[in-house]
């Protein structure tokens, strides 16, 4: 159980583009859904916080509008890295979380701009 | 959230039993200890969770002191499988709407 799926796995687009990453928990409902980023050799960081319905709270020095956050349901949440450049290639990670239970992420996206 | 301290690398072999200890100096009442797996270009798994004494399940053990400001996770007979970074996480599930924040972690590598 708690299975959260994540798309693309991995993306490799030119800068200027836009790229949308789908985070979906399978097999139940989450009453928060979070972004975190991860570099090379680093720990995750935390970029926003979504719950269903409302807008996402964004992290200090993330700006939301150049991470679109979009959170339709109790299981599925988007991010979308608008206006794309070299320096957003990271490692974009979701997760998940029911009330009272652990949060469970995603594979993570890998996202290379070229 | 409680800060987290983890030693940043431990080495061991395959079939040795590894303990790797946490420290969260001001945990509070209400926060749980989640501890995750992560391997490379993949989201963190969850490990276990726990408030207090200890809690087992089929893959690792919890240990927690009656004081709660320290907590140890116990892999029993590692393989090189279990090469991975493991994260201690300190924080409250209560309505599930505050993210975890991760520390550094814990580089584990397991030799043949």
């Known amino acids: 159980g708690a299975v959260v799926s994540q798309h693309p796995s991995w993306v490799i687009c030119k800068s200027g583009t836009s790229v949308k990453i789908e985070c979906r928990s399978l097999?139940?409902?989450?009453?928060?859904m979070f972004w975190y980023r991860q570099f090379p050799k680093q720990s995750l960081m935390l970029m926003a916080t979504?719950?269903?319905?409302?807008?996402?709270?964004?992290e200090q020095g993330v700006e939301k509008d150049k991470f679109l956050i979009n959170h339709a349901s109790l299981t599925l949440s988007t991010l979308t890295v608008t206006s794309a450049h070299p320096e957003d290639s990271s490692f974009y990670i979701c997760s998940a979380r029911a009330s009272d239970q652990p949060q469970h992420f995603g594979d993570g996206t890998r996202l290379s701009i070229l | 959230l409680a800060k987290t301290t983890q030693p940043i690398s431990m080495d061991s072999y395959e079939g040795q039993e590894v303990n790797i200890t946490c420290s969260h100096n001001?945990?509070?009442?209400?926060?749980?200890i989640t501890w995750y797996q992560q391997f490379p270009s993949q989201g963190p798994r969850f490990i276990i969770q726990?408030?207090?004494t200890k809690v087992t399940n089929e893959v690792a053990s919890l240990f927690i002191p009656a004081d709660r400001k320290s907590s140890t996770l116990s892999l029993p007979r590692v393989s090189l499988s279990d090469t991975a970074v493991y994260y201690c996480l300190v924080g409250p599930t209560d309505t599930g709407r505050r993210a975890l924040t991760f520390g550094s972690g814990t580089r584990l590598q397991v030799q043949p």
């Open positions: 001001n945990i509070a009442t209400n926060d749980y």
């Open positions: 097999d139940f409902q989450a009453t928060t």
């Open positions: 726990g408030y207090k």
């Open positions: 979504s719950n269903e319905g409302s807008k996402a709270t964004y």
